[in-house]
């Protein structure tokens, strides 16, 4: 039985739940999980290659330069433009830890964001609910789309401390995902380290700290409620599945929703950015693609199947190129005070 997912993704439901990864090819379910998130590693950099691993690593790095090596050119692409930064959340403001409910962002982080928000128009753009990545990040006069930009909020007009929904494409969706993430967690209740998280919009159900010989029946489990739930469709991500209302919105759409309610989304002056590390930030990275316009920079230690132009290895480096790019804005300003 065949089964279509994210833009007609397929799942093959056999014995080994096969589904189509990102290059086409057909690879079992629990394989796609693990090579969506797969282990640091710590022995070779990008700058650096020493690993066995070389030869793919630079050719990966030739299509994808690191946004840090490549920060004045990306600039000098930038000038007369208006940048509008677009973050994810988990893996690209905060590590990726075991316990999702504690993947805060450090307070170094925090102070970046702060400066960047203060400097761009910003948005963060997460899988998780809107509510908890504010809570999380603790910043106004950012724009959060939550639940993959399924409830998209942004800061009033007359108090900037404020927030007000925009858009919330999904409402009718909201007792059938609680009823979902119900089922879900009576279900999983028997599989030591699953977790079902309620992200308000969709959910997802955590497999990191799972015992990977548990993951094919916990994929099972999903997908037999799934099966139940015709108006749900499924997407993965890092060691997670996520249901999700099969409406047609994604990331990218809320990246081109954002974009037009700045009143901005024809404009040649203005050039988006968007940082992300996870499968679901490959739909916004398309987008951009697709429009000619603005830069994706993906986050990941190691080669993958990408739309974005330039790299960065992790958090860490999302921080300095985020630091460098408030340096950059302000040396601007001051030159364009001094004329
Ligand atoms: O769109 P994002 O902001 O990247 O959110 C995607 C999912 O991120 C979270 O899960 C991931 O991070 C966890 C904490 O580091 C980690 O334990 C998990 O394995 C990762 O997949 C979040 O918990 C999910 O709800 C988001 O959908």
């Known amino acids: ?40 590693v710590r022995s070779s950099s990008f700058d650096e290659p020493v690993s066995e691993n070389d030869g793919q690593i630079s050719s990966w790095i030739a299509l994808h330069p690191s946004a840090l090596d490549m920060f004045d050119k990306i600039m000098s692409d930038a000038e ?11 893996g690209t403001l905060s590590q990726i830890i075991e316990d999702h409910d504690n993947a ?30 504010q ?28 927030q007000e929904v925009m858009l919330q494409p999904a409402n009718d969706y909201l007792p059938m995902i609680d009823e979902v993430v119900n089922i879900l967690k009576e279900k999983t209740r028997s599989v030591p380290g699953a977790t079902v998280e309620h992200n308000k919009f969709c959910l997802t159900v955590h497999f990191r700290r799972v015992d990977e010989k548990g993951w094919t029946p916990l994929a099972e489990q999903v997908k037999s409620v799934l099966n139940d739930y015709p108006k749900l469709r499924m997407t993965e991500g890092r060691k997670v599945l996520e249901l999700r209302p099969s409406i047609k919105w994604d990331k990218g759409k809320a990246l081109e929703f954002l974009l037009n309610s700045f009143g901005i989304e024809e404009s040649k002056d203005v050039l988006p950015v968007y940082i992300g590390d996870d499968r679901t930030d490959e739909d916004a990275f398309k987008v951009l693609r697709e429009r000619g316009q603005g830069l994706g920079i993906v986050v990941s230690e190691t080669p993958k199947e990408t739309n974005a132009s330039y790299s960065l290895r992790d958090p860490s480096q999302v921080k300095e190129f985020l630091k460098r790019l408030v340096k950059w804005k302000k040396q601007t300003l001051g030159e364009e005070s001094d004329e």
């Open 80 to 90: 007369g433009k208006q940048i509008i930064m677009f973050l994810d959340y988990d």
């Open 104 to 133: 805060y962002v450090t307070d170094e982080m925090r102070e970046v964001l702060k400066e960047v928000a203060l400097n761009f128009k910003t948005a963060i753009i997460s899988g998780r609910d809107t509510d908890k990545v």
């Open 1 to 40: 039985m065949k089964l279509t997912t994210k833009k007609g993704r397929r799942i093959i439901l056999s014995k080994n739940l096969l589904v189509e990864d990102a290059a086409g090819k057909m690879e079992t379910l629990v394989d796609s999980l693990r090579n969506l998130s797969p282990a640091r």
């Open 135 to 162: 809570s999380f990040v603790k910043l106004t006069g950012i724009y959060y789309a939550g639940s993959h930009g399924l409830d998209i909020k942004g800061p009033t007009n007359i108090d900037q401390s404020d």
